[in-house]
């Protein structure tokens, strides 16, 4: 059989010798591979696993509030009118809740659409506001004007009493008192028209109505102004109408134009809605990807690890001294 010449004046005590040197070197090997592969895998999870876990977890509990919070801002601001304590109280809370989940939020582009929700929620919340201000005026004169429809249907009938009592002709003052009434019914169909012209989701009808009030308050202002008043008390209320039939129209128009306004922010808010979602979700599947690729690197390194093993291994069952099969 041939023999290496190398290794041919070896005694078997040194080829034993160099035998049991090399498995030590190749175990030395082993351990420092392990060690290596030990120590990346540990450094991967402490970091890139841990940041990213922390990230999910993160990630789901601003998911989480920001849906509470979204629910709710969609309630107020779905019954916001005529309730200035609650939109003020629960509007406050809803931007502190936003900013509180800006705070938490890492630094970047979710922070910042946070920052534009929080932004377009204020914006639309200021509108409610003042429309919650233009509705309270269109009561008080509605109230105004109903009251002095009602002293001057008063005076109307007093006339009427001293003119049957006197045995005079009451035909006019019946006429004028029948004409307060078409007065009266016409401030009832304005009123309806304007509660109308605020509902949810029916925009095009709310344009509709928020016009046809201004035209029955015209139609009552060209009344007003026409109708003769029986004497000095009732001239002074017709006169006193006039002026608020008159403001009527103009807070209904800036209402129309506040309401148009409206709902374009309800568009802007919207919009920073989705696009935090979006974000939101575009994060998701960032970290997801990140996942993947530590995966990949752990696989790598596992794979490299095993093949360094084998490689030893394979070397370690040859004889070194002869290059034979030790257990051939």
């Known amino acids: 059989m041939y023999r290496d010449t190398r290794t041919a004046g070896l005694t078997i005590g040194k080829k034993l010798l160099l035998m049991n040197a090399f498995i030590w070197v190749g175990f ?190 015209g139609e009552l202002f060209i009344n007003l102004s026409t109708f003769t008043a029986p004497g000095p008390k009732a001239d002074h209320l017709i006169v006193n109408m006039i002026s608020r039939t008159k403001e009527y129209k103009l807070v209904v128009l800036r209402y129309e134009k506040e309401e148009s306004r409206r709902r374009s922010l309800v568009h802007d808010f919207n919009r920073a809605r989705l696009g935090t979602m979006a974000v939101m979700k575009s994060t998701n599947k960032d970290i997801a990807k990140t996942v993947a690729e530590v995966q990949e690197k752990i696989k790598g390194i596992v794979l490299y690890s095993g093949a360094v093993v084998l490689v030893l291994v394979g070397v370690g069952l040859c004889d070194p001294g002869s290059g034979d099969l030790i257990y051939s």
């Open 28 to 217: 030395g090997v082993v351990v420092a591979v392990m060690f290596w592969a030990s120590r990346n895998i540990t450094e991967i999870f402490t970091s890139d696993v841990a940041r990213e876990t922390d990230q999910v977890i993160l990630n789901a509990d601003l998911a989480r509030e920001l849906s509470v919070i979204l629910a709710d801002a969609n309630l107020l601001l779905g019954t916001f009118r005529g309730n200035n304590d609650y939109l003020e109280t629960e509007g406050s809370r809803l931007l502190a809740d936003i900013g509180r989940l800006e705070q938490k939020a890492s630094a970047g582009i979710l922070k910042e659409n946070l920052a534009e929700l929080k932004a377009a929620l204020k914006a639309l919340l200021d509108q409610c506001n003042l429309l919650n201000m233009l509705i309270h005026r269109v009561q008080a004169l509605h109230g105004e004007i109903q009251g002095d429809l009602l002293h001057l249907d008063d005076l109307i009938s007093e006339h009427i009493l001293a003119q049957v009592a006197e045995g005079s002709d009451a035909s006019i003052m019946e006429q004028r008192s029948v004409m307060v009434a078409g007065f009266r019914e016409l401030l009832l169909r304005t009123a309806k028209l304007f509660a109308e012209s605020g509902e949810l989701g029916k925009p095009d009808r709310a344009e509709d109505n928020g016009g046809k009030a201004i035209r029955v308050l």
